[in-house]
T-cell receptor, first 113, second 116 residues
Framework: EPEVTQTPSHQVTQMGQEVILRCVPISNHLYFYWYRQILGQKVEFLVSFYNNEISEKSEIFDDQFSVERPDGSNFTLKIRSTKLEDSAMYFC???????????FGQGTRLTVV | AQKITQTQPGMFVQEKEAVTLDCTYDTSDQSYGLFWYKQPSSGEMIFLIYQGSYDEQNATEGRYSLNFQKARKSANLVISASQLGDSAMYFCAGGSAETSGSRLTFGEGTQLTVNP
């Protein structure tokens, strides 16, 4: 069964460093998302991506964040200068079209120290 | 914009019994979707079931069914014949079906514990 895959599963980084979280969405899906979940809290939307551009972003997704789909299969989230409060589980998701179910990857746990 | 409310922070059920997890929503969209996800302690988000606002019948997927009451704006998840492996956090989520790439908005979650 096709699935969304994320790498790495866990990343530890020093405050101020750049991190890139990687995702391979399901191959025929057209819409891609990043969400995050701070420990013990609910899942929060960060950004959606369609047709090679950002379609929507939340107030969390400030200038420190960027997304790319560099080669037609990978979908990346970059955090330019990490802060302690960026520590969270980051989920990539994809869906074939809006109004259908979104499938999530297993998540990348980011720890900023 | 969507607002999703889950009022049960924790629920307990005996193995083999049925349990209902509550979810209410608020939206101005005419066309939208409602979702339930399971998050075990390992952290991944597992899609369980989807209901479109235009679907006349309640969605079912194996032991999961969605009790969709549009007038009450509720989309409760019913798990029949609970198993120990059902112990997890359950999230209700909603999203517009009118706007391209619509985000999902999640509720606070319900921690379900299945007792032997």
């Amino acid at each position: 069964e096709p699935e969304v895959t994320q790498t790495p599963s866990h990343q530890v980084t020093q405050m101020g460093q750049e991190v890139i979280l990687r995702c391979v969405p399901i191959s025929n899906h057209l819409y891609f998302y990043w969400y995050r979940q701070i420990l013990g809290q609910k899942v929060e939307f960060l950004v959606s991506f369609y047709n090679n551009e950002i379609s929507e972003k939340s107030e969390i997704f400030d200038d420190q964040f960027s997304v790319e789909r560099p080669d037609g299969s990978n979908f990346t989230l970059k955090i330019r200068s990490t802060k302690l409060e960026d520590s969270a589980m980051y989920f990539c998701a994809s869906r074939f079209q809006f109004g259908t179910e979104a499938f999530f990857g297993q998540g990348t746990r980011l720890t900023v120290v | 914009a969507q607002k999703i409310t889950q009022t049960q922070p924790g629920m307990f059920v005996q193995e083999k019994e049925a349990v209902t997890l509550d979810c209410t929503y608020d939206t101005s969209d005419q066309s939208y979707g409602l979702f339930w996800y399971k998050q075990p302690s390992s952290g991944e988000m597992i899609f369980l079931i989807y209901q479109g606002s235009y679907d006349e019948q309640n969605a079912t997927e194996g032991r999961y069914s969605l009790n969709f009451q549009k007038a009450r704006k509720s989309a409760n998840l019913v798990i029949s014949a609970s198993q120990l492996g059902d112990s997890a956090m359950y999230f209700c989520a909603g999203g517009s079906a009118e706007t391209s790439g619509s985000r999902l908005t999640f509720g606070e979650g319900t921690q379900l514990t299945v007792n032997p």
